[in-house]
């Protein structure tokens, strides 16, 4: 039941440039988008996100974009940064029944190298 | 920054033994989880805990698991008799409520021999 996929599991980019990190759905119901970002031994950490009515949130060097219409979602960071190496998961949360969670997907490792 | 932090941050146990994994969350938030990730897979939801109960399970959480916040801080996941397939990182989460992002705690690895 891959409701939430990340279709990229790494990727690699040089300082500087442009990372585009790329997540798809297939539940209509989601409402709420997430990028968490997961560093070796430490829990999943809070990026960035975007609500399902809106098509693009930023956040510094973060930008989300939501295509309702093609089930995607996608993370870019500009300029890439050496310490943005992790991996990043998209999440997406479904609210149902008056309780609600998160779907994620396998993550991407992204590598910036230097 | 408050964060939601998990005890131990390893545990090996035999199979069929009992284990409790313990979880401080963010003192101000009224939702908790329980996330686990197996090795190289996809982080996965098992229960979500608001108002004293439980109020959403995944079908892992079968009746080997159960959740407890016994007091005003601590929120626990018990595992009554331990199984190799339960050997993962399992990551305790809080939130305030409306739309906040879950925190995610640095996560307890059992490791099931």
């Known amino acids: 039941d891959q409701q939430v996929k990340q279709n990229s599991p790494s990727l690699s980019v040089q300082e500087g440039r442009i990372s585009i990190l790329n997540c798809d759905y297939t539940n209509s119901m989601f409402d709420y988008f997430l990028w968490y970002k997961k560093y070796p031994a430490e829990g999943p950490t809070f990026l960035i996100s975007i609500s399902s009515i809106k098509d693009k949130n930023e956040d510094g060097r973060f930008t989300v974009f939501l295509n309702k219409s093609a089930k995607h979602l996608s993370l870019h960071i500009v300029p890439s940064q050496p310490g943005d190496s992790a991996v990043y998961f998209c999440?997406?949360?479904?609210?149902?029944?008056?309780?609600?969670?998160?779907?994620f997907g396998k993550g991407t490792k992204l590598t910036v190298n230097p | 920054e408050p964060e939601v932090t998990q005890t131990p941050s390893h545990q090996v146990t035999q199979m069929g033994q009992e284990v409790i994994l313990r979880c401080v969350p963010i003192?101000?938030?009224?939702?908790f989880y329980w996330y686990r990730q197996i090795l190289g897979q996809k982080v996965e939801f098992l229960v979500s805990f608001y108002n004293n109960e439980i109020s959403e399970k995944s079908e892992i959480f079968d009746d080997q698991f159960s959740v407890e916040r016994p007091d005003g801080s601590n929120f626990t996941l018990k595992i009554r008799s331990t199984k190799l397939e339960d050997s993962a990182m399992y990551f305790c989460?809080?939130?305030?409520?409306?739309?906040?992002?879950?925190?995610f705690g640095n996560g307890t690895r059992l490791t099931v021999t």
């Open positions: 989460a809080s939130r305030a409520g409306g739309t906040s992002p879950l925190h």
């Open positions: 003192s101000n938030h009224l939702y």
């Open positions: 999440a997406a949360r479904l609210f149902q029944g008056g309780s609600e969670k998160l779907v």
